[in-house]
């Protein structure tokens, strides 16, 4: 099992470019999320999904976009990359029993807009 | 939006020594989860220790026990007999009604030889 996977790791983008950070899981979870962590901070919600086709916002999610067509992929859409997206984004997966959530992370991807 | 407190931005601890990791939350679920995460300087997160809301007994797992405080709201770290690979970043997340988990900002613990 490779866990949950992230590409890129790192990347530079210019004001106003977009990219698409892809993550990947291969142990069937339902649920994938998508944070940030800013330099000496806790990871902040951007968005989740419950399962393919279904999306819902988080903390925030402005300049960002979200799809799931499948259980395994959860890619993160940013359009018009500004420096205040500059960050580390950590992409998650579980499955809830209750209140048990454990999430599994990936090894992030480290993004710097200038 | 759930608030939670992390009050030590950083902690120092002696190898071999015991060290508790405040956590406050504020939810008003009668059902939560309590996760706590270490981040050492490379960067992954990695789970650590668990506590359901309804959990009679305080979660342990090795040398990582929580004192968990319901009716305060309270889950602190405890990390028996320090290592000098227990420096790193501890966070406090609880669940929420969204099914997330919510990050504090986090500890610095640093443990000296």
């Known amino acids: 099992n490779a866990g949950v996977t992230q590409t890129p790791k790192f990347r530079i983008l210019k004001i106003g470019q977009s990219m698409t950070l892809q993550c990947t899981q291969d142990m069937n979870h339902n649920y994938m999320y998508w944070y940030r962590q800013d330099p000496g901070m806790g990871l902040k919600l951007i968005y989740y999904s419950v399962g393919a086709g279904i999306t819902d916002k988080g903390e925030v999610p402005n300049g960002y976009n979200v799809s799931r067509s499948t259980t395994e992929d959860f890619p993160l859409r940013l359009e018009l990359a500004a420096p205040s997206q500059t960050s580390v984004y950590f992409c998650?997966?579980?499955?809830?029993?209750?209140?048990?959530?454990?999430?599994?992370f990936g090894p992030g991807t480290r993004l710097t807009v200038l | 939006a759930q608030k939670i407190t992390q009050t030590q931005p950083g902690m120092f601890v002696q190898e071999k020594e015991a060290v508790t990791l405040d956590c406050t939350y504020d939810t008003s679920d009668q059902s939560y989860g309590l996760f706590w995460y270490k981040q050492p300087s490379s960067g992954e997160m990695i789970f650590l220790i668990y506590q359901g809301s309804y959990d009679e007994q305080n979660a342990t797992e090795g040398r990582y026990s929580l004192n968990f405080q319901k009716a305060r709201k309270s889950a602190n770290l405890v990390i028996s007999a320090s290592q000098l690979g227990d420096s790193a970043m501890y966070f406090c997340?609880?669940?929420?009604?969204?099914?997330?988990?919510?990050f504090g900002s986090g500890t610095r613990l640093q443990v000296q030889p």
């Open positions: 998650a997966s579980s499955n809830i029993l209750g209140s048990y959530n454990e999430q599994f």
């Open positions: 997340a609880p669940t929420t009604g969204r099914r997330a988990l919510t």
